[in-house]
């Protein structure tokens, strides 16, 4: 019975099979990993938009901005796609 599994054991890790199951974990590691790095640049962006946003509608509330002009700074840095509120 030793020999049976010692036999199956040895023709399932050939060198070819290790490859291939060596390189889709690796593919899936890189997968994952991008993904991950995705979405945290994603939430990182979004939060300093959101930063910006306050700090210029704390400087127009102050009175040292004018309020047609941190509209157009905010209306400058966005993607061309997207629209203002």
């Known amino acids: 019975m030793n020999t049976f599994i010692a036999?199956?054991?040895?023709?399932?890790f050939t060198?070819?099979?290790?490859?291939?199951?060596?390189?889709?974990?690796?593919?899936?590691?890189?997968?994952?990993?991008?993904s991950v790095a995705g979405v945290m640049s994603?939430?990182?962006k979004t939060r300093e938009r959101e930063q910006s946003r306050r700090e210029l509608a704390a400087y127009v509330a102050e009175g040292t901005l004018d309020p047609?002009?941190?509209?157009?700074?905010l209306k400058a840095g966005e993607p061309s796609g997207e629209e203002a509120d």
Not at 7 to 12: D, E, P
Not at 15 to 34: D, E, K, L, Y
Not at 68 to 73: G, N, S
């Open 7 to 12: 036999s199956v054991w040895s023709q399932m």
């Open 15 to 34: 060198v070819p099979t290790v490859i291939f199951i060596v390189g889709g974990i690796i593919a899936i590691v890189g997968i994952v990993f991008g």
């Open 42 to 44: 994603s939430v990182v």
């Open 68 to 73: 047609d002009k941190a509209i157009e700074m």
